[in-house]
């Protein structure tokens, strides 16, 4: 049973277009039989020819497909697919690969029916279930997703990806108990994952287990280049355990590398709690210019602006105390369902 491959398009290779000719010529690497390549009808693809081209089998099409798909010429590969589906009406691989193909363009609607079309076709194909399931989830489908990925595992119960995204949709609906044992599988069957990992890690923090957590997380550092959701991750563990300057340190270098408003917002607030206000202020700015909607930095921007009004009580200072005040204003603005935010506006009672 073919099983496609799940790793993102790498850049264009020559090479690898070369090798795609190749295979479409009907010979599979330097040391090629002379008498050509077996066809599913058991003679040669040479032999089969009368007109003196090479006849190309849907297999050949297929390997084609895939190798053009992964080098990302999408157009090329679906091409091939559709040309091996035409050849043999009954090949789920095909089917699959139209799929993979709808997947890299994120046409996910058209990527899931495709892939519900080779579970039709082949109800015992794993890889058939587990990308039906991806694209339920990813189109927000959850509950259904979760049944396509508990049928994947059925048939194949040591796949890692199934477990890890099967984990990750447990999450999504609230329940992280069922969530750990498949993140855990997933580390166990995968160990040099980093997003398997950083799955566990999110699952351990949700459940309250943070020196679990950030074990997971600092794995994940050790496999690969730090990326944002590492880093993010990690900091937020770090101020979870009270760790605050270990907390600022890494989230300085989330906001060096990978700049967004939740990378300020996490740096300003942690931050906030060394009573580094200035700066946290500043870095509360900074996520708002990213992004004037987040209501985590209207509300952290003006808890520290009261904080530091509070503590330094002068004319010049309650500049701040209004516009601590403006900022929860146009936080409740924008999600008038903060209750927190609404007793302190009342507690200062200050007019809108």
């Known amino acids: 049973m073919k099983h496609f491959r799940r ?9 690898l ?5 190749v295979v479409l010529q009907g010979v599979v690497g330097c040391a090629t039989s002379t008498s050509g390549v077996r066809n599913s009808s058991g003679g040669s693809a040479a032999s089969d020819n009368r007109s003196g ?34 050849s043999n009406p009954n090949s789920v691989d095909a089917v699959m690969g139209i799929g993979s193909v709808e997947h890299a363009r994120e046409q996910y609607e058209k990527a899931r029916e495709t892939y519900r ?28 997703a979760i049944l396509e990925y508990q049928r994947a595992l ?70 690969d280049e730090l990326d944002a959701p590492v ?7 770090h101020l979870k355990l009270g760790n605050f300057q270990r907390a600022v340190n890494t989230l300085a270098e989330l906001v ?23 700066v946290s202020i500043q870095h509360y700015r900074r996520a708002l210019v990213y992004d004037p909607n987040e209501t985590n930095a209207l509300n952290g921007l003006g808890a520290c602006l009261l904080t530091d009004y509070l503590q330094q009580k002068n004319l ?8 601590a005040l403006a900022a929860w204003r146009s936080s409740l603005r924008i999600n008038p369902n903060q209750p927190q935010i609404v007793d302190l506006l009342t507690r200062y009672d200050l007019p809108d």
């Not at 790793?7 to 090479?15: D, K, M, Q, T, W």
Request: charge should be negative; aromatic fraction near 8%.
């Open 256 to 278: 060096r590398q990978f700049p967004s408003a939740v990378a300020h917002e996490r740096f300003a607030y942690a931050l906030f709690r060394v009573y580094e206000f200035d």
């Open 117 to 144: 079309k080779a579970v039709g076709m082949d109800e015992n194909r794993s890889d058939a279930r587990y990308f039906l399931g991806l694209m339920q989830q990813v189109l927000g489908e959850i509950g259904e």
């Open 53 to 86: 081209s090479v006849k190309v089998s849907a297999d050949q099409r297929i390997r084609a497909g895939q190798i053009l798909k992964d080098n990302g010429q999408l157009a090329a590969a679906l091409n091939e697919f559709n040309r091996a589906l035409e």
């Open 7 to 15: 790793y993102p398009a790498r850049l264009v290779s020559p090479a």
């Open 231 to 237: 880093l993010l991750g990690m900091g937020d563990t």
């Open 154 to 223: 059925e048939l194949n119960p040591n796949d890692p990806a199934t477990h890890r995204d099967l984990a990750t949709a447990y999450l999504q609906v609230g329940r992280p108990d069922l969530s750990l044992p498949h993140a855990e599988k997933a580390v166990e069957l995968q160990p040099g994952s980093q997003p398997a990992w950083c799955n566990l890690a999110v699952t351990y923090s949700i459940l309250g287990r943070y020196d679990d957590a950030l074990t997971a997380y600092r794995t994940a550092t050790e496999i």
């Open 17 to 21: 277009c070369l090798a795609a000719a």
């Open 316 to 323: 010049r200072r309650k500049a701040k105390l209004y516009e």
